[in-house]
């Protein structure tokens, strides 16, 4: 079961695949295989990404990958390719993540917005429930409106602020790792065999 190894210095991966294309693309999950990625249904690249997450915000030490392909696969211009390919695949993926992090804070910017609205509503009926005309109300009626009415702000507020506040830090973190993973040196060599 070793589709992944590491050399003792963890300063390489070494993925051996049967095609290119696992590379990027999971092959079917088979858990009678003795193969990682196959057990898994996991894409190189995907394995690759794991790895490096798992010690976020740590810098990994690794500074390569080497791809061991069959004999067979292996073509002049192959490792050129993988790595143009590898460069795209990271700079798509940034891209992707800095859209969907545009998105996420305009949402959050436009719950805030409906939130002061809310808020203002609900300081508005605090003032008709004690001051307006609402004031001839018993007082521990009037106390449960106001406690309802702060707890229909408070939640309005929350989700805004949880969104402007803490959903940005998995963009950054995807977008850190895709980085490291472009600056890694990427190999591309023959397979040994297993006698």
């Known amino acids: 079961?070793?589709?992944?190894?590491?050399?003792?210095?963890n300063t390489q991966l070494i993925l051996p695949l049967r095609h290119i294309d696992e590379l990027f693309n999971a092959p079917d999950a088979n858990p009678f295989s003795s193969r990682e990625l196959d057990i898994l249904g996991e894409a190189g690249f995907d394995a690759l990404w794991k790895r490096m997450v798992r010690r976020w915000p740590q810098r990994p030490d690794l500074q390569r990958v080497i791809v061991q392909l069959p004999p067979d696969q292996l073509t002049p211009d192959l490792a050129e390719t993988t790595r143009t390919a590898w460069q795209r695949y990271c700079a798509a993926k940034i891209e992707e993540n800095r859209q969907q992090r545009r998105f996420i804070?305009?949402?959050?910017?436009?719950?805030?917005?409906?939130?002061?609205?809310?808020?203002?509503?609900?300081?508005?009926?605090?003032?008709v429930f004690y001051v307006g005309p609402l004031g001839?109300?018993?007082?521990?009626?009037?106390?449960?409106?106001?406690?309802?009415?702060?707890y229909a702000a408070s939640l309005a507020i929350w989700d805004s602020l949880d969104s402007l506040l803490f959903d940005w830090a998995p963009f950054v973190r995807d977008n850190t790792t895709y980085r490291?993973?472009?600056?890694?040196d990427l190999r591309i060599e023959p397979q040994r065999s297993t006698d």
């Open 136 to 150: 001839f109300l018993p007082g521990w009626l009037r106390g449960i409106l106001t406690i309802l009415a702060v």
């Open 180 to 184: 490291l993973i472009s600056l890694l």
């Open 105 to 127: 804070t305009r949402k959050a910017l436009r719950l805030l917005g409906y939130s002061a609205l809310i808020t203002v509503f609900a300081l508005a009926l605090m003032f």
């Open 1 to 9: 079961m070793a589709l992944i190894m590491t050399d003792s210095s």
